[in-house]
């Protein structure tokens, strides 16, 4: 009866957002203004729709109801509650009903917010979105329901995937699904300018906001994606360059980039064409990504999320694509530039250069990814590319992005002049220098890390300076250095919150850098009581004991002492975990964390026949704490940057209309 | 979908390698009983690095939890022990079951395609970038006018009237944060 209900709510869904596109179609082009608004009404309605269809399946999921296929699937009876409420996204079918909840959300939110500021672009968005949500729907309805019955009733469940079932996974696959879901609005906006024609300044602002909000998500998601690796998986290391992390990635730079050309547009009118096109190629890698990790067709490590809806999706990406390349086409004139680049050395020029860099990556890592689909092709086998190729690749790449990064916000809008920016960079450039001196000093070696270094230190220098120049302009209004300071966040709130990005992004590579270059390993066997030391540290095996977990879960906890340079500093307990129902083995991590490195062990194997001896494999992770700290830094800058202002949202409107006195 | 199908080939055709692989393993136990260079996980794990695991297709084999994969870096094991070198290893791996197995592709045959392409592109593309950057500038005596009418347009900010050809950074930003 419930799953039923579920199901129904799921079909009045489709019909609404079938009901939406039409009307807004023939409410747009009878110029019947309430057929418009019905249909916004109908895209409304999506919302609690598909909120009640998830809550029905929660409830299924919470309940056990076992007669339902996907809950017999992902959940089991000794299950823990929020567990089983998670489990909603632990599968196929769960996953793609999740996904069309987020989308309702966002796209209700987008009726609410724009409605009414943006008339003329809503019919075309509400269409373009609720073209986007009938394809989820229906691939629910028709292909992965979720709702689906069982014949006979089974007893128990199957259980969540283990990887699943840290808590980690609560919050991390939402936030990823928040992120590219949440790229349809403004994909939806720059296509409805597309074809109405109405190609001024309003859908850009727009469909800024909305990408940063997405953008916001995917990025926690990412960060969130590559802590839950380090704590779960078990291999030392947070990016693995897996098929379904870079599908997610992708969309991350075009958005990215996209955030960053939009500013040519809005303050000098120039790369429209550019701009919509970053838009539409953020949209379909979200959708391609979103095959690439439900399809299976590259497999990877997430590849329980595997079916046969590829086709559906190939079909749906190639449709939207030419769909967009048609109208971009047909306004291509509309789309021209009124303004003309005045010289190379500009923060125009310099947007560019940053969008350039940006998708030579996002190329790279683009036909890496699709290696195994070319390999296949050609060969007929399948090959795969280590992450050892894309680190050769992408290095210098991003090492220039880096260095731009930190160069790029000393140009002026226009023209500058190399001779200031050349004085400007001199003594960042010194000092860095002397930086990476002292790390010589210490004995760091290798010239790509004394390189990346120095690319590094000199962009955190140059951005410090940004913000001391910021608040040394403010302070010559008499405030003192900390008023100046939150004055000159909290009223460009947009640039600074930037340069906190920036921030972020260069405390991350310090990490990066770190862990990539100096990271250390090794494996090895020892009995109760014995040693084994890594770097400064040094490990004594003190036993293991193996005992019943939750759920079905049988653990095996070692035991072991660490020393820093010979100062007790503390027990870590590495566990393993066997899933005994699917015999599914998991290796938990144990840390030691400080500022400068992670001591991290894995118990790798442990024989209970011979029980006073275990394998360990140890890592030094060198930075690796200011990845996370970077990515924290990161996400509230964008928090900073996003935040509605209606402050600032007032003088922006103010900007566009100049009616202003010059004396204001 | 034909496509589906074969990916269930291949991953017939994987497991039938490491069935092969097991049996051999098995033959090759017997001599291996007389080794002498003592081989530890490290240089194991040196070599798994760059191979991928022969099931879960794109996790290194360094790091796999999978019993197959404790097989295969048994063998590897087996045949450092008996003195090969780590490329030698490697070269054994990619002959039986082919360059898939490389973390890192040799650089030759098609697989040359797959680092080419990206450094075409990259060229291509700053070739097209630079041509455009090119065509977008514009003669100095154009700019002047330009300026002018930029000005006229952004007189929401009174100074920027005045000629900006002079590159003052910093009383620009005051002006940019004044009215904030």
Same mark, same amino acid.
């Given at each position: 009866?419930?799953p039923?209900?579920g199901?129904?709510?799921?079909?009045?869904?489709?019909?609404a957002?079938?009901?939406?596109?039409?009307?807004a179609?023939?409410g747009?082009?009878t110029?019947?203004?309430r057929?418009?608004?019905?249909?916004?009404?109908?895209?409304i309605?999506?919302?609690?729709?598909?909120?009640i269809?998830?809550?029905?399946?929660?409830?299924?999921?919470?309940?056990?109801?076992f007669?339902v296929?996907y809950?017999?699937?992902?959940?089991?009876?000794?299950?823990?509650?929020?567990?089983k409420?998670?489990?909603l996204w632990?599968?196929?079918?769960?996953?793609?009903?999740?996904?069309?909840?987020?989308?309702?959300?966002?796209t209700?939110?987008?009726?609410?917010?724009n409605?009414r500021?943006?008339?003329?672009?809503?019919?075309?968005?509400?269409?373009?979105a609720?073209?986007?949500?009938?394809?989820f729907?229906?691939?629910?309805i028709?292909?992965?329901?979720?709702f689906a019955?069982?014949?006979?009733?089974?007893?128990?469940?199957n259980?969540?995937?283990?990887?699943?079932?840290?808590?980690?996974?609560?919050?991390?696959?939402?936030?990823l699904?928040?992120?590219?879901?949440?790229?349809?609005?403004?994909?939806?906006?720059?296509?409805?300018?597309?074809?109405?024609?109405k190609?001024?300044?309003?859908?850009?602002?727009?469909?800024r906001?909305?990408?940063?909000?997405?953008?916001?998500?995917?990025?926690?998601?990412?960060?969130?994606?590559?802590r839950?690796?380090?704590?779960?998986l078990?291999?030392?290391?947070?990016?693995?360059?897996?098929?379904?992390?870079?599908?997610?990635?992708?969309?991350?730079?075009?958005?990215t980039?996209?955030?960053?050309s939009?500013?040519?547009?809005?303050?000098?009118?120039?790369f429209k064409m550019?701009n919509?096109?970053?838009?539409?190629?953020?949209?379909?890698?979200?959708?391609?990504?979103t095959?690439?990790?439900?399809?299976?067709?590259?497999?990877?490590?997430?590849?329980f999320a595997?079916s046969a809806?590829?086709?559906?999706?190939?079909?749906?990406i190639?449709?939207?694509f030419?769909?967009?390349?048609?109208?971009?086409?047909?306004?291509?004139?509309?789309?021209?530039?009124?303004?003309?680049?005045?010289?190379?050395?500009?923060? $125009?020029? /310099?947007?560019?250069?940053?969008?350039? &860099?940006? *998708?030579?990556?996002?190329? #790279?890592?683009? =036909?890496?990814t699709n %290696?195994?689909?070319?390999?296949?092709?050609?060969?007929?086998?399948k090959g795969?590319?280590?992450p050892?190729?894309? $680190?050769? /690749?992408?290095?210098?790449?991003?090492? &220039?992005l *880096?260095?731009?990064?930190? #160069?790029?916000? =000393?140009?002026?809008? %226009?023209?500058?002049?190399?001779?200031r920016?050349?004085m400007?960079?001199?003594?960042?450039?010194?000092?860095?220098?002397?930086?990476?001196?002292?790390?010589?000093?210490?004995?760091i070696?290798g010239?790509?890390?004394?390189?990346?270094?120095?690319?590094?230190?000199?962009?955190?220098?140059?951005?410090?300076l940004?913000?001391w120049?910021?608040?040394?302009?403010?302070?010559?209004?008499g405030?003192?250095?900390?008023?100046?300071?939150?004055?000159?966040?909290?009223?460009?709130?947009?640039?600074?919150?930037?340069?906190?990005?920036?921030?972020?992004?260069?405390?991350?590579?310090?990490?990066?850098?770190?862990v990539?270059?100096?990271?250390?390993?090794?494996?090895i066997?020892?009995?109760?009581?014995?040693?084994?030391?890594?770097?400064?540290?040094e490990?004594?095996?003190?036993?293991?004991t193996?005992?019943?977990g939750?759920?079905?879960?049988?653990i095996?906890?070692?035991?072991?002492?660490v020393?820093?340079?010979g100062?007790?500093?503390?027990?870590?307990?590495?566990?393993?975990?066997?899933?005994?129902?699917?015999n599914q083995p998991?290796?938990?991590?144990?840390?030691?964390?400080?500022?400068?490195?992670?001591?991290?062990?894995?118990?790798?194997?442990?024989?209970?026949?011979t029980?006073?001896?275990?394998?360990?494999?140890?890592?030094?992770?060198?930075?690796?704490?200011?990845?996370?700290a970077?990515?924290?830094?990161?996400?509230?800058?964008?928090?900073?940057a996003?935040?509605?202002d209606?402050?600032?949202?007032?003088?922006?409107?103010?900007?566009?209309h100049?009616?202003?006195t010059?004396?204001? | 979908?034909?496509?589906?199908?074969?990916?269930?080939?291949?991953r017939?055709?994987?497991?039938?390698?490491?069935?092969?692989?097991?049996?051999?393993?098995?033959l090759?136990?017997?001599?291996?009983?007389?080794?002498?260079?003592?081989?530890?996980?490290?240089?194991?794990?040196?070599?798994?690095k760059?191979?991928f695991?022969?099931?879960?297709?794109?996790?290194?084999?360094?790091?796999?939890?999978?019993?197959a994969?404790?097989?295969?870096?048994?063998?590897?094991?087996?045949?450092?022990?008996?003195?090969s070198t780590?490329?030698?290893?490697?070269?054994?791996?990619?002959?039986?079951?082919?360059?898939?197995?490389?973390?890192?592709?040799?650089?030759?045959?098609?697989?040359?395609?797959l680092?080419?392409?990206p450094?075409?592109?990259?060229?291509?593309?700053g070739?097209?970038f630079?041509?455009y950057m090119?065509?977008?500038?514009?003669?100095?005596?154009?700019?002047?006018?330009?300026?002018l009418?930029?000005?006229?347009?952004?007189?929401?900010v009174p100074?920027?009237?005045?000629?900006?050809?002079?590159?003052?950074y910093?009383?620009?930003?005051?002006?940019?944060?004044?009215?904030?």
């Amino acid at each position: 009866m419930i799953p039923d209900l579920g199901y129904l709510a799921l079909i009045l869904a489709l019909a609404a957002a079938v009901f939406a596109a039409g009307a807004a179609y023939y409410g747009r082009h009878t110029n019947q203004p309430r057929w418009i608004e019905s249909a916004r009404n109908a895209t409304i309605a999506t919302f609690p729709l598909i909120t009640i269809s998830c809550l029905l399946m929660i409830y299924s999921l919470v309940q056990g109801d076992f007669s339902v296929e996907y809950v017999w699937r992902v959940s089991s009876r000794d299950m823990p509650t929020y567990l089983k409420v998670t489990a909603l996204w632990g599968g196929q079918a769960g996953s793609l009903l999740f996904w069309n909840f987020l989308l309702s959300i966002f796209t209700a939110a987008a009726m609410a917010r724009n409605w009414r500021k943006q008339k003329e672009l809503m019919p075309y968005a509400i269409m373009v979105a609720s073209f986007t949500q009938i394809f989820f729907l229906g691939i629910s309805i028709f292909v992965e329901h979720p709702f689906a019955r069982l014949a006979a009733v089974p007893a128990d469940g199957n259980g969540l995937n283990p990887l699943l079932r840290h808590p980690g996974m609560i919050i991390h696959p939402p936030m990823l699904y928040l992120g590219f879901v949440g790229f349809t609005i403004p994909y939806a906006f720059a296509m409805s300018a597309l074809i109405s024609g109405k190609l001024d300044d309003a859908w850009i602002k727009i469909t800024r906001r909305w990408t940063l909000v997405a953008w916001l998500f995917l990025s926690l998601g990412l960060v969130l994606g590559g802590r839950w690796a380090y704590d779960v998986l078990g291999w030392g290391g947070y990016w693995a360059w897996d098929p379904v992390e870079n599908a997610s990635f992708m969309p991350w730079l075009a958005g990215t980039a996209f955030l960053h050309s939009v500013m040519i547009q809005e303050k000098r009118n120039m790369f429209k064409m550019w701009n919509i096109f970053l838009v539409l190629l953020t949209y379909c890698l979200v959708i391609y990504g979103t095959f690439i990790v439900r399809s299976g067709v590259i497999s990877s490590v997430h590849s329980f999320a595997q079916s046969a809806i590829g086709p559906l999706f190939f079909a749906f990406i190639a449709i939207m694509f030419v769909f967009s390349a048609y109208w971009m086409l047909k306004r291509r004139v509309d789309l021209h530039s009124e303004n003309r680049l005045n010289s190379l050395l500009s923060r $125009e020029a /310099a947007f560019l250069y940053n969008n350039f &860099l940006i *998708l030579a990556i996002l190329l #790279v890592v683009f =036909l890496f990814t699709n %290696y195994p689909i070319f390999s296949e092709l050609i060969t007929g086998e399948k090959g795969f590319v280590g992450p050892p190729v894309y $680190e050769q /690749a992408l290095a210098p790449l991003f090492l &220039l992005l *880096l260095l731009l990064m930190g #160069v790029a916000p =000393l140009t002026m809008w %226009y023209r500058s002049s190399a001779e200031r920016i050349g004085m400007s960079l001199r003594w960042p450039a010194l000092a860095a220098l002397v930086f990476i001196g002292v790390l010589f000093a210490v004995g760091i070696r290798g010239w790509g890390a004394l390189l990346g270094f120095w690319v590094v230190s000199f962009s955190l220098i140059l951005t410090l300076l940004e913000f001391w120049k910021g608040t040394r302009a403010r302070m010559k209004k008499g405030e003192n250095v900390f008023v100046a300071y939150s004055n000159l966040m909290a009223r460009n709130r947009r640039r600074y919150g930037g340069y906190w990005i920036h921030l972020g992004v260069i405390v991350m590579a310090f990490g990066i850098i770190g862990v990539e270059i100096f990271q250390e390993q090794t494996q090895i066997r020892l009995a109760v009581g014995e040693t084994a030391s890594l770097g400064r540290y040094e490990m004594v095996f003190l036993g293991a004991t193996r005992y019943a977990g939750p759920d079905d879960l049988l653990i095996t906890e070692a035991t072991v002492d660490v020393y820093d340079n010979g100062r007790y500093v503390g027990q870590l307990h590495p566990r393993s975990e066997l899933y005994t129902r699917t015999n599914q083995p998991m290796t938990i991590p144990n840390a030691r964390s400080t500022i400068t490195e992670d001591f991290y062990v894995l118990m790798v194997n442990w024989e209970p026949a011979t029980a006073d001896q275990a394998t360990f494999r140890i890592y030094l992770n060198p930075l690796i704490n200011w990845v996370w700290a970077g990515g924290l830094i990161f996400v509230i800058g964008t928090l900073v940057a996003a935040w509605p202002d209606p402050a600032v949202e007032r003088s922006l409107s103010r900007r566009r209309h100049p009616v202003v006195t010059p004396t204001d | 979908m034909p496509g589906f199908l074969k990916l269930k080939q291949i991953r017939g055709q994987h497991l039938a390698a490491v069935v092969l692989f097991l049996l051999g393993f098995l033959l090759m136990a017997v001599p291996a009983l007389a080794q002498d260079v003592p081989v530890t996980d490290d240089d194991v794990n040196a070599v798994a690095k760059d191979l991928f695991c022969p099931v879960c297709e794109s996790t290194p084999l360094d790091v796999c939890p999978t019993q197959a994969c404790a097989d295969w870096r048994e063998l590897i094991r087996q045949q450092l022990s008996e003195g090969s070198t780590p490329e030698e290893v490697q070269a054994y791996f990619a002959r039986q079951y082919g360059d898939g197995v490389l973390a890192n592709p040799p650089k030759r045959g098609y697989t040359l395609i797959l680092w080419a392409l990206p450094v075409v592109a990259v060229v291509l593309g700053g070739v097209f970038f630079s041509r455009y950057m090119r065509n977008l500038r514009v003669s100095a005596a154009d700019e002047v006018d330009e300026e002018l009418e930029e000005g006229v347009m952004e007189t929401a900010v009174p100074a920027a009237v005045k000629p900006i050809a002079q590159d003052d950074y910093k009383s620009k930003l005051e002006e940019e944060l004044r009215n904030r």
